[in-house]
């Protein structure tokens, strides 16, 4: 357990402490950022947006450095946490199943998971045990408007 979360008790005081807050949810004309099948909330691939603006571009390995596509990482899973608690009816009732991230890098790169380690880094901390997730993490030769990282996840109401 970090410090953070023996200190602070629920969700969005372990959020505030690290100095973040849940972005809004933007709207989509083709598709929806969540889905919800049974118990499973199925969200849609983030990108690591912050207030309309995608914070970088370019391919892990070659444009982009191993600490920026970490930091891009932490930020694509806040914006989907964001989605997970619009699902779910707040950050304290969600639990995040699975997770998969999308790293745009080189053939030669190899430290997806090191990209990745980001993302479950902030879950973890923000949720705790509920933050605990499976996860994939996927080296591709490109994402959505050139961004470096992309992250899914499928979550549940607690």
Do not use: W
């Not at 933007?26 to 691939?45: C, E, F, I, L, P």
């Not at 912050?50 to 899973?77: C, I, Y």
């Not at 190899?110 to 080296?139: F, M, Y």
């Amino acid at each position: 357990m970090t410090t953070i979360q023996a200190t602070c008790g629920s969700s969005v005081e372990r959020l505030e402490a690290l100095g973040l807050d849940l972005p809004a949810v933007g709207k989509s004309s083709t598709y929806v950022n969540h889905r919800t099948v049974d118990s499973s909330v199925y969200v849609a691939g983030q990108l690591p947006y912050k207030n309309g603006k995608l914070l970088g571009q370019g391919v892990l390995g070659r444009d982009v450095d191993l600490e920026t596509g970490r930091g891009l990482a932490r930020h694509a899973a806040l914006n989907a946490l964001a989605v997970a608690a619009e699902a779910v009816g707040g950050l304290d009732r969600v639990r995040i199943v699975q997770m998969l991230v999308f790293v745009a890098s080189t053939a030669e790169f190899g430290h997806q998971s090191k990209v990745a380690d980001a993302a479950s880094e902030l879950l973890v901390d923000v949720l705790g045990e509920n933050g605990r997730h499976a996860r994939t993490a996927i080296g591709v030769a490109s994402l959505p408007l050139n961004s470096p990282v992309e992250i899914q996840m499928v979550c549940t109401a607690v």
